[in-house]
């Protein structure tokens, strides 16, 4: 839910990153623990919908960089002097939600997740290109290329001066990628 003009904006934990690879630590016991590094910055929130004039509740998040001349024009009337982002992605509110004081322009950071919370990330895996029959188990073509979420990951180590979420297991595509995480 909106407020309206106090600032404050009750939404879910999530946040838009950039899978930088796998890595490993080691926990408080000495075991050596999988991780993905997620770069998580910046998240600017561009726009915020509400029941009254939307019909629902949402924010809408810019992520990544990209070159003014690249941006189209309703795109940068959107942006507003917020800067010029190479992903917009929206976030429905239909659950409970959590209060965080927010607006438009302010900063999403990793510091909304600590350490073990349980988070699904989704992204898109790794396309493979033509594949055959044996390979594609009875339809040949392409294969790869697919929105993937994997749930119950935890969050094992948040590094904030670097805006760096080290996430327990694999998450879905290549490096570079960009993943939704939510919490």
Same mark, same amino acid.
């Given at each position: 839910?909106?407020?309206?003009?106090?600032?404050f904006?009750f939404?879910?934990?999530?946040?838009?990153g950039?899978?930088?690879?796998?890595? *490993?630590?080691?926990?408080?016991?000495g075991?050596?623990v999988?991780?993905?590094?997620?770069?998580?910055?910046?998240?600017?929130?561009?726009?915020?919908?509400t029941?009254?004039?939307?019909?629902?509740?949402?924010? *809408?998040?810019?992520?990544g960089e990209?070159?003014?001349k690249?941006?189209?024009?309703? *795109?940068? %009337?959107?942006f507003?002097?917020?800067g010029?982002?190479r992903?917009?992605?929206?976030?429905?509110?239909?659950?409970?939600?959590?209060?965080?004081?927010?607006?438009? %322009?302010?900063?999403?950071?990793?510091?909304?997740?600590?350490?073990?919370?349980?988070?699904?990330?989704?992204?898109?895996?790794?396309g493979?290109g033509? *594949?055959?029959?044996?390979?594609?188990?009875?339809?040949a073509?392409?294969?790869?290329?697919?929105?993937?979420?994997?749930r119950?990951?935890?969050?094992?180590?948040?590094?904030l001066?670097?805006?760096?979420?080290?996430?327990?297991?694999a998450?879905p %595509?290549?490096?570079?990628?960009l993943?939704?995480i939510? %919490?």
């Amino acid at each position: 839910m909106y407020t309206g003009g106090s600032g404050f904006l009750f939404i879910m934990k999530f946040v838009l990153g950039e899978k930088i690879g796998m890595s *490993q630590i080691f926990d408080k016991d000495g075991n050596v623990v999988p991780v993905t590094l997620v770069r998580t910055t910046p998240n600017v929130v561009l726009q915020i919908k509400t029941k009254e004039k939307d019909k629902y509740e949402a924010v *809408q998040v810019g992520f990544g960089e990209r070159k003014a001349k690249n941006i189209k024009k309703p *795109q940068q %009337g959107l942006f507003k002097n917020l800067g010029n982002f190479r992903y917009v992605r929206e976030f429905r509110l239909n659950r409970d939600p959590i209060p965080v004081e927010t607006g438009i %322009g302010s900063l999403l950071r990793a510091d909304l997740f600590k350490e073990g919370d349980k988070v699904k990330v989704s992204g898109v895996s790794k396309g493979k290109g033509f *594949q055959g029959v044996m390979k594609r188990h009875g339809l040949a073509g392409r294969m790869g290329s697919d929105r993937v979420t994997v749930r119950n990951l935890k969050i094992a180590k948040v590094d904030l001066e670097n805006n760096m979420l080290a996430i327990k297991g694999a998450i879905p %595509g290549r490096r570079g990628t960009l993943v939704e995480i939510r %919490g």
